[in-house]
Each structure stands twice: as structure tokens, then as C-alpha cells.
């Protein structure tokens, strides 16, 4: 767990880290370097979600490369489907991370929803609905890896 002190927040207390695979943790299916450590470093204070459309079809590789397996969102409807799953975990609980537009109501529910700019792009409503938005996976962990980095951004 990842207790957050947020002047004009309140008290935050992450339990969960929900990420997009394609674009967010991998490119054209293939996982970028670096982020299994990184992602490995955050499994003893979060438990860790893939949320995937599987969209370049290689979604068992990157599980067995994380040893996690991430949940397949059917066609249609992936918005909602993701943000459904945020809610379920307790959404003031989960910190997620995103960039494409199916991806902006699952920002927009979590406590703290962190927008990256992917070599795929980042679909502008989910650069809105983010409270963060990051050049790359590597800064949200490392945001994630050193709280107080968030409390610095997110107070008001």
C-alpha cells in the first residue's frame, strides 16, 4: 500500500496499480525495455493489473515476460469495460495508467489516473481525463517508486 498526504486532497491510500498494455507498457506488442523491473520493484506496495485489448495479438508473451496475467477486454465498449474494473477494485484505492482513448473513463475513475505520452500517441480525452500526464511509462513508475513526488504535483 502507498499512503498519499495530499494537501487539499486529503489522505489517498493506493492498493492497486491498473495499467493498459498496448502503447502504455508495450509498442507494437512488444513489452519496452525496462519495464518488468520496474513493474517487478512496485509488487511488494501495490497489487498490479493488465487491462489489454490485446491488440497486436501477443498479449501471452508480455504475461509469461511479467508473470502476471492480464484480463482481455472484449471488442466493444472497452471504455466502459475498463472503467468498470477500476470500480470494482475500489476505484479511490487504485492508481492507473493509460493513453489511448479507451482508456480515459478508467483515468478518469481512479484516485490518481496518470496519462503517458506513448510513441502511439496519447487520444486528447484522456490526456483531460488524467490528473498526471507523463513523457513515458518509466516517469509514472518512477512517480509511483517516490510518492512524495506525487503529493508535490497533485497538491493544490
Not at 474494473?85 to 487504485?94: D, P, Q
Not at 516517469?139 to 503529493?151: G, H, S, T
Request: net charge negative.
Amino acid at each position: 500500500m502507498i499512503e498519499l498526504n495530499i494537501p487539499g486532497r486529503g489522505l489517498v491510500s493506493l492498493e492497486h496499480l491498473v495499467c493498459d498494455v498496448n502503447g502504455t507498457l508495450a509498442l507494437d506488442g512488444q513489452l519496452i525495455e525496462g519495464v518488468a523491473r520496474q513493474l517487478n520493484n512496485l509488487r511488494d506496495r501495490l497489487q498490479v493489473h493488465l487491462l489489454t485489448a490485446d491488440t497486436s495479438g501477443r498479449q501471452d508473451v508480455i504475461d509469461r515476460q511479467l508473470n502476471l496475467t492480464a484480463l482481455r477486454i472484449q471488442p466493444g465498449e472497452e471504455a466502459r469495460q475498463k472503467a468498470e474494473y477500476v470500480a470494482r477494485l475500489g476505484a479511490e484505492r487504485v492508481v492507473a495508467i493509460g493513453q489511448g482513448a479507451n482508456d480515459a473513463r478508467m483515468l478518469a475513475a481512479a484516485a490518481i489516473g496518470v496519462c503517458v505520452l506513448s510513441p502511439e500517441g496519447a487520444a486528447v480525452e484522456t490526456l483531460m481525463a488524467a490528473r498526471l500526464v507523463v513523457p513515458d511509462i518509466h516517469a509514472a513508475f518512477e512517480l509511483i517508486e517516490k510518492p512524495l513526488r506525487l503529493v508535490a504535483t497533485l497538491r493544490k
